[in-house]
């Protein structure tokens, strides 16, 4: 099983876990909404576009919104039997940091979570897709911005100018930061105003 698939069904897991109202990372979404918006991004073609382009979101608004009206139990059952058909061969790659990022976004949704420890195969594989996201999510800085892990890998994300800040974490960590995710554990170093200016970045990839 990919990290992708254990992802999915561990998100299920805390999803039912949790309840349908429980908050998540995701602005106002509860977990009926998370569960609604991965159920229409990967089984409606029509109005998954959308996510990504202003003049699909209205309808997707509306689809969503009447997905999410269906019973809990029924999007959980969609949500765990994984994609379409069509879409399983790149499920490994379309899924991973999605499945990844919303589990934790439902887990530390609420006060009182602690990082998982994940499996160093586990760390490798999200460290393999981090730089190219992390390009993407720190190309707003004022500052140049570099990734460290304990065990000494490190990425220059975004270049600017002659001062740095170090994000320093595991590389699950340091995802969920590329991502926006403000929830995470990380060591930081650089001027103090610096630093809060890369947290406050838009970091949406």
């Known amino acids: 099983m990919t990290l992708a698939q254990r992802e999915r069904q561990a998100l299920v897991r805390t999803m039912a876990e949790v309840g ?7 602005g106002e979404w509860t977990t009926r909404d998370l569960a609604a918006h ?8 029509d109005a998954a576009p959308g996510i990504m382009l202003k003049p699909f979101a209205r309808h997707l608004e509306n689809v969503q919104r009447a997905v999410a009206r269906r019973p809990f139990e029924q999007l959980l059952d969609e949500v765990r039997g994984g994609p379409p058909w069509y879409l399983r061969p790149v499920d490994g790659l379309m899924n991973l940091t ?4 919303h589990h ?9 979570w602690e990082p998982r420890q994940l499996a160093a195969a586990d760390e490798d594989r999200l460290w393999k897709v981090l730089g190219g996201l992390a390009r993407m999510a ?6 140049t911005v570099a990734l460290a892990t304990p065990d000494g890998r490190r990425v220059i994300a975004h270049t600017k100018g002659d001062r740095t800040v170090v994000l320093a974490g595991p590389p699950s960590e340091l995802l969920l930061h590329a991502f926006g995710r403000n ?3 990380l060591e930081t170093t650089g001027d103090p105003d610096d630093v809060r200016a890369v947290h406050a970045l838009d970091r949406s990839v």
């Open 183 to 185: 929830a995470v554990r």
């Open 98 to 101: 999605e499945m990844f990022v």
């Open 38 to 45: 991965l159920i229409v991004r990967e089984r409606r073609p």
């Open 20 to 26: 349908p109202d429980a908050p998540t990372l995701c």
């Open 104 to 112: 934790e976004d439902v887990r530390r949704g609420s006060p009182g």
């Open 138 to 143: 720190y190309r707003k800085s004022p500052v």
